[in-house]
């Protein structure tokens, strides 16, 4: 543990070192800002996307029992341990509504097979997809999609460049769905204000394992240095039957005081009821800080505590607590790099350790790779 820290340490401080040099005054004029990547378009269509790659080093040594090496726990996506993997490879194609328009968001990856995991279709080729929808917008600015689309709840989001960290945080993992299929319209009220509701098939799921449907409402106040967003779904998420429901409220309090330093709270507090009379809770939060040092370079330390109470989430009755902290390194127009310390311990042994053992902590380093094209979305 004490030579992971001083490695971490060492590389932070060369990289805080290759920032400070950066800042430094030239001898020469410098150059021009570097121009916002272009929009890559074929006619009305345009198209994005991306590929992530990263090495995980975890240093409980996990190993399934083929002798290759094991997973890292509680992790969305970079959860192959000690290897090289692919976490996504994604296109998107899309076109704003005016009044009609589209997207689509197609790939491959570990990522993509944790999405769907849980899909009661168990069709193949849902696992490719990650987004399919139409959309309608009037001039009022009310807009309605029908499809499938990724979920509202969250603080961060699938695709690894749009977050500040690499590894997605507990809350990310464990307390909200990924997508939906169903309905949702998106409503403006005023210059700060956007609500908007949903009617969907439940969580993570094209095909719906019961007769209920699940709705969503969202609010989300916006201004230049500070947004609410908020998000609450109910509905009946029991397999075979409308016994039961799951409710989940996640709110995302989001400061940006300058284009230096930004920060987040995000908490969640979700309530399965099972169909028998029982019921399980979970609960987190997670707080997270960007501090950019230039154009190139920035660190990201985040801090969270999820509670399992029941194991209704991991399967596990548990608290967990997680320490990360991200160093950015965008080394030219649509390439980064991360290099991330990760830090989970529980109030149970969950943690694989080598073969067969357990621990109740885990410890990793991260090095992820992306590169993409087009805006983002």
Not at 300 to 322: I, Y
Not at 324 to 341: C, D, M, W
């Amino acid at each position: 543990m004490k030579n992971t820290r001083l490695f971490v340490g060492g590389c932070l401080m060369a990289l805080a070192s290759m920032a400070y040099a950066q800042d430094q005054p030239a001898p020469a004029p410098a150059a021009a800002p570097a121009p916002p990547p272009p929009t890559w378009s074929v006619g009305p269509i345009d198209f994005s996307g991306l590929i992530d790659g990263y090495y995980t080093s975890n240093f409980n040594h996990p190993v399934q029992a083929s002798g290759a090496p094991g997973f890292n726990a509680l992790y969305n996506f970079n959860t192959q341990a000690n290897q090289f993997s692919l976490a996504m490879a994604k296109l998107s194609m899309s076109h704003d509504a005016d009044p009609i328009g589209f997207r689509i968001d197609l790939g491959f990856g570990r990522a993509f097979d944790i999405i769907h995991g849980s899909e009661p279709s168990g069709a193949s080729f849902l696992r490719n997809i990650e987004q399919a929808y139409v959309s309608f917008k009037n001039k009022k600015g009310i807009e309605l999609d029908a499809g499938q689309f990724v979920t509202s709840a969250g603080a961060e989001v699938i695709e690894a460049k749009d977050d500040w960290n690499y590894s997605r945080s507990l809350l990310f993992a464990w307390a909200i769905p990924y997508y939906h299929f169903g309905l949702r319209a998106v409503l403006p009220v005023g210059s700060h204000f956007t609500g908007g509701v949903q009617v969907v098939n439940g969580w993570n799921n094209v095909e719906d394992n019961n007769t209920g449907k699940t709705m969503g409402f969202v609010g989300n106040f916006t201004s230049s240095k500070i947004s609410w967003l908020n998000d609450y779904y109910t509905g009946p998420e029991n397999f075979g039957t409308n016994k039961g429901w799951r409710n989940l409220y996640d709110t995302t309090v989001m400061l940006t005081p300058s284009g230096k330093v930004n920060a987040y709270v995000n908490f969640d507090y979700a309530k399965q009821k099972n169909a028998d009379g029982s019921a399980a809770i979970w609960t987190g939060i997670a707080g997270a800080a960007k501090f950019q040092l230039n154009d190139k370079f920035a660190i990201t330390p985040r801090l969270e505590w999820f509670n399992d109470h029941n194991g209704g989430s991991t399967r596990t009755a548990q608290s967990l607590k997680e320490f990360t902290i991200t160093a950015e390194a965008k080394a030219a127009q649509g390439v980064l790099a991360r290099l991330e310390y990760r830090y989970d311990w529980s109030s149970a042994s969950y943690f694989p350790t080598g073969f067969d053992g357990s621990a109740d902590h885990q410890s990793t380093i991260s090095l992820g790779l992306i590169a993409y094209f087009g805006p983002k979305h």
